[in-house]
C-alpha cells in the first residue's frame, strides 16, 4: 500500500493484544460503521487499561483519509499531519487541554492552533472559530467548524501537531501505538 494512501475508516488494520476482561489476554475487534472488522486500539477506543493521552478532534472516531507522512528534511515536501473526513454539521473539538495560539487565515484557509502541555500544539484547518487567541479550552470543547475552501475534495479537516517546533504524528496522541504481544493460550496448544 503507498504511503498516505486512503486505508478505509481508520487507516491500516491488523491484530493486537490487550488485556480483556479479568486481566486474560484476548484480541480486540471492532466493527466499522461499513462491517468491516477494526482493531479497537487503531481506532482510538481504549483497550485494556490504557487510555490515549488525547481524545479525537471529531465527535465520532473519524476516517483517516490521509496519513502522516514525514518529510526526509524539514524544507521538504510531505504531510505533516493526517486528514480526517468529515459528515455533516462535525463540530471540531479540542483534543486537549490548551490555550488558542492562532486563529486566522493561511494561504487563504481558517486555520486554528491550541498550544498543549509538554510543548506539543495542535492545529486545524479549515476551521471557523468564535475563540480569540489566548482562550483556554478543555479536552472535548467545541472549538469550531469544518469552513472555508476545502483542503480535500471531500469533507475534511486537516490536523497537525508539533512537539516542539517539530512536525509528529497526530495519531500517537489518539491511538494506542504500543507494540503488540502475543500470549500463550492458558493449556497451551492442542
Known sequence: MAPGAPTGPTGPTGPTR???PGGSAGLVQASSPS???RTDSLRGVPTGDHLPPWSWPLPAVPAVT?????????WHAGHR????????GNDVLSPAD???T?????AGRPVLSIGHDGG???SFEPVKSPLAKGARVERGQRIGTPAGP???PFACIHWGVRRNGKYVNPLDYVTDRRPSVLLPLPGGLR
Open 18 to 20: 490487550s488485556s480483556g
Open 35 to 37: 462491517g468491516s472488522s
Open 66 to 74: 490521509r496519513h502522516f507522512i514525514p518529510p526526509p528534511e524539514p
Open 81 to 88: 499531519g493526517v486528514d480526517l473526513m468529515v459528515g455533516p
Open 98 to 100: 490548551g490555550v488558542v
Open 102 to 106: 492562532f486563529v486566522g487565515m493561511v
Open 120 to 122: 506539543l500544539v495542535s
Open 150 to 152: 476545502p483542503h480535500c
